[in-house]
């Protein structure tokens, strides 16, 4: 069950919204620099804690605009301006797992950065509820995002349900028709 409460979207400014991204951003940070692996370098780290929370901010600009359209289908009455500042809050899931990475980096690192490790014991266990907490976020995060929209919209929760799942659906599709459209011309060229 959602919690009806507008008071972000009547109270608050997209430069409230912004704030909550580059903080979110930065909290998961740790995630992101795991990738980097050896070109981890003090030019680079810099760069990523600039560049990072740039990046969110312009891509939930992108990312709102599909609840938002889709959401007009349903007969949502959000502006996009709303639907940005409140999608911003699903940011939130995403900073807790900063920390929880960080944690396993200092218990584990091995295990956390070579993808080759093979795991065991203690290893195998912090893998083991790390992955379970990332899954919880994860449907988190979505709840969060499903709250919201329906909240901006003044829509019901199924509605705003289907609002988020018609996009990613329509993307999984497009992803899916692409990589075939690639294997079939990589392989008759063969």
Not at 29 to 40: F, R, T
Not at 42 to 63: D, E, K, N, Q, Y
Request: charged share 10%.
């Amino acid at each position: 069950m959602c919690i009806r409460d507008s008071y972000l979207i009547e109270h608050k400014t997209i430069g409230f919204a912004i704030m909550i991204i580059t903080i979110c951003t930065i909290l998961s940070l740790p995630i992101n620099l795991l990738d980097a692996g050896e070109m981890l370098t003090w030019p680079f780290l810099i760069a990523i804690v600039i560049f990072s929370p740039l990046f969110a901010i312009f891509g939930l600009f992108i990312t709102a605009f599909f609840p938002w359209a889709i959401g007009k289908l349903f007969k949502g009455t959000s502006t996009y301006t709303d639907m940005y500042k409140v999608m911003s809050l699903a940011s939130i899931p995403a900073a807790a797992m900063g920390p929880i990475y960080l944690i396993w980096f200092i218990v584990s690192p091995d295990s956390l950065l070579n993808p080759d490790f093979i795991y065991s014991g203690l290893d195998m266990a912090i893998f083991a509820i790390v992955m379970l907490i990332s899954f919880g976020l994860g449907i988190w995060s979505f709840v969060v995002s499903i709250c919201v929209v329906a909240e901006a919209h003044q829509i019901s929760n199924w509605k705003a349900f289907f609002t988020l799942l018609i996009p990613a659906a329509v993307i999984i599709i497009f992803i899916f028709a692409l990589a075939a459209l690639v294997a079939f011309l990589f392989f008759s060229t063969m």
